[in-house]
């Protein structure tokens, strides 16, 4: 069993930057595939990043390239999620979660382990 806790969200504004973490405990997290993903209200939960378990690989949806970027310590059991340039249609509750498995997949339902979520809130 792995437990995933997220924290890093806050306000900012507009232009800004956060750096969200999820720490795990329970189980290493050195081969399973590290996801973000993000639930605004009123929408659902989409894909917002993932990478492998050697950090080799790395995937983001089209709306945060080049903005985000993922990386983990496996030796911290951690996984961060750097966003830069935030913008308001980024304001989501932000999840981490945890498939077992060496491929990256972009969909909720295979991803085993998810934590509570952390709020990213962005003024204009």
């Known amino acids: 069993q792995v437990q995933l806790v997220e924290s890093g969200g806050g306000l900012v504004q507009a232009g800004g930057s956060l750096r969200l973490s999820c720490a795990a405990s329970?189980?290493?997290?050195?081969?399973?595939?590290m996801g973000w993903f993000r639930q605004a209200p009123g929408k659902e939960r989409e894909f917002v990043a993932a990478?492998?378990?050697?950090?080799?690989?790395?995937h983001y949806a089209d709306s945060v390239k080049g903005r985000f970027t993922i990386s983990r310590d496996n030796a911290k059991n951690t996984v961060y999620l750097q966003m830069n340039s935030l913008k308001p249609e980024d304001t989501a509750v932000y999840y981490c979660?945890?498939?077992?498995?060496?491929?990256?997949?972009?969909?909720?339902?295979?991803?085993?382990?998810w934590g509570q979520g952390t709020q990213v809130t962005v003024s204009s």
């Open positions: 329970g189980r290493t997290l050195s081969r399973q595939i």
């Open positions: 990478i492998t378990w050697s950090g080799a690989s790395t």
């Open positions: 979660a945890a498939r077992d498995g060496t491929v990256i997949i972009l969909t909720t339902a295979y991803y085993n382990y």
